[in-house]
């Protein structure tokens, strides 16, 4: 396995961004971070990250870059918009966008990248803020299999589980994946709590059972007893979430396979943001079955 010991660079220090690059500090690699509201880097800048005034400074300073932003016109605005990454980009060098979008976006980015000689991964997570906390997210990786091993060392001091999943692309479909069996476990969990409070079932009980038996999840441990509490907060927002459904659904299209319980959460989501509710947290779906009669 190669190492990167040179400077790493990092761009988006949002939920996800900022505890990935203080695993990597704590992990031993040397930071080079930016972020567009400036003053999210500075507790990195404690830790003794290099705070960078833009993406272009990152690149010229750094030969493995990673990204973590909300959508793909955000990776755009990086990559190419005022101070972008692409110009201090260096032939060899490697770009990774860990946010998600989608397949297609990744095989643009590959080739706008292409231009410089510039190697582009598509490394999208799982496992949410805590994950990304603990430093046990799985990750999944597209790209040429040559950058993925230069960049491994850094995905596995970020996460407990990488997977190369092949060509550009391939990281964000396995994503896509990922995310309808993440939106259809928070449907499931939802209503479940609303059936089981309406019939007088204590929270508890109900945590106990879910928990420990074939609907165990990620949702069910993580984001039910939040909901149970009336905690909104995001670690996932749910416009993320509309929009990965988005990527998702009009991917299945295009695949001619229906996806029913996706399309559905996908209604259910832009409902919710429709509501002013997409910066809370993806447990608020709850807040929409209220808001149409189900509150006890
Ligand atoms: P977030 O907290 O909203 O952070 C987004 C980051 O992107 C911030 O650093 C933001 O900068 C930056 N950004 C957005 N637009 C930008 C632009 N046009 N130019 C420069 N910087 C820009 O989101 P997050 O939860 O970390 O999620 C990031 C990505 O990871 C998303 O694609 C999401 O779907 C995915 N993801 C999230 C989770 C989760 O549980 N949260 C889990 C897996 C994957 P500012 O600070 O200036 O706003």
Redesign the pocket.
């Known amino acids: 396995m190669q190492k990167v010991s040179q400077k790493v660079g990092f761009i ?6 900022l505890p990935m690059a203080a695993n990597l500090i704590k992990n031993g690699h040397q930071l080079v971070v930016y ?3 400036k003053s ?1 880097a500075e507790s990195l800048g404690a830790m003794g990250a290099e705070l960078a005034g833009s993406p272009d400074e990152v690149a010229s300073k750094c030969q493995v870059t990673l990204s ?4 793909a016109p ?1 990776v755009e ?2 990559l190419t918009g005022g101070g972008g990454y692409i110009n201090g980009a260096k032939k060899g060098d490697i770009f990774v966008d860990m ?2 979008n989608s397949p297609s976006n990744a095989r643009r980015f590959a080739s706008l990248l292409s231009e410089k000689e510039v190697k582009f991964l598509d490394a ?3 496992g ?2 805590k994950g990304a906390q603990d430093g046990t997210l799985t990750i999944m990786v597209g790209g040429e299999e040559s950058a993925f091993e230069m960049a491994r060392v850094l995905f596995e001091h970020m996460g407990k589980k990488v997977v190369y999943g092949g060509p550009t692309g391939s990281g964000q479909l396995l994503k896509m994946c990922n995310q309808i069996v993440v939106a259809l476990d928070m449907v499931a969990s939802t209503e479940a709590l609303l059936v089981a409070r309406k019939a007088g079932v204590p929270d508890s009980k109900l945590f106990d059972v879910l928990s420990s038996g074939a609907a165990n999840s990620f949702t069910v441990q993580n984001l039910l007893p939040k909901m149970m509490k009336g905690d909104f907060e995001p ?3 749910a416009a ?1 979430l509309k ?2 459904l988005s990527y998702a659904t009009s991917l299945s299209r295009e695949l001619g396979i229906p996806v029913f319980g996706a399309s559905t959460a996908l209604q259910l989501y832009t409902a919710l943001t429709s509501m002013g509710m997409g910066e809370k947290g993806t447990q608020a779906l709850k807040k929409l079955y209220d808001a149409v009669g189900t509150q006890p």
């Open positions: 988006g220090l949002g939920i996800m961004g972020n567009r509201t999210r973590i932003l909300t959508d955000d605005q990086v946010g998600t999208p997570v799982t949410g803020q670690g996932f927002r993320h929009k990965d």
